[in-house]
């Protein structure tokens, strides 16, 4: 059975750091494309970042610079590093997987809570 | 980026009723558009991809219409179970955008 368990989520302060990490059974991290989506409170879904199968990294405009998305093969986690942090980061994000090409996200998370506020 | 444009943002239709959700492309995807429900609380729910091709275990009254800028999901008999908020997003290209959601209200 394929699980995709987010943790890391809580709140920190603006210009704070937080590591969300994405546990992955049933399928390996490093043979797909793990992404991360956030959904601000009340609003839409936001593409954040990607990690491909041969380790290229692709991020948002709006958090470039900021946050860093890496893999553990041994773990088989996604971890998503977010620095500099900003109000307007306080989302649920989701980790979700495609399997590369023009693909859907076919496995999602349930998402954790991450706040930005002082 | 692509742009992604659905409508309505939100309806309101009884058990039973046909219900349309549209979806535009800012520029051709060809028929890379996904289709995801999402119930509150919980993670979005993969329906449809490639535009037309039925998740596996989604129930058959669901369907997926279009190429090229637009698209369409369609509810043939609106279920009680089918309240939630709808999005598209394309696959054509990175990033991977989606809609803004229409709310189906029962």
């Known amino acids: 059975e394929v699980q995709l368990v987010e943790s890391g989520g809580g709140l920190v302060q603006p210009g704070g750091s937080l590591r969300l990490s994405c546990a992955v059974s049933g399928f390996t991290v490093s043979s797909n494309y793990m992404n991360w989506v956030r959904q601000a409170p009340g609003k839409g879904l936001e593409w954040v970042s990607v990690i491909h199968s041969d380790g290229s990294t692709y991020y948002a405009d709006s958090v470039k610079g900021r946050f860093t998305i890496s893999r553990h093969s041994s773990k088989n986690t996604v971890d998503l590093q977010m620095n500099s942090l900003r109000a307007e980061d306080t989302a649920v994000y989701y980790c979700?997987?495609?399997?590369?090409?023009?693909?859907?996200?076919?496995?999602w998370g349930q998402g954790t809570l991450v706040t930005v506020s002082s | 980026d692509i742009q992604m444009t659905q409508s309505p943002s939100s309806l309101s239709a009884s058990v039973g009723d046909r219900v349309t959700i549209t979806c535009r492309a800012s520029?051709?995807?060809?028929?890379?558009l996904n289709w995801y429900q999402q119930k509150p609380g919980k993670a979005p729910n993969l329906l449809i991809y490639a535009a037309s091709s039925l998740q596996s275990g989604v129930p058959s009254r669901f369907s997926g219409s279009g190429s090229g800028t637009d698209f369409t999901l369609t509810i043939s008999s609106l279920q009680p179970e089918d309240f939630g908020t709808y999005y598209c997003q394309q696959s054509y290209s990175s990033p991977r955008t989606f809609g803004r959601g229409t709310k189906v209200e029962i």
């Open positions: 520029q051709s995807i060809s028929s890379y």
């Open positions: 979700a997987r495609h399997d590369g090409g023009f693909g859907p996200f076919d496995y």
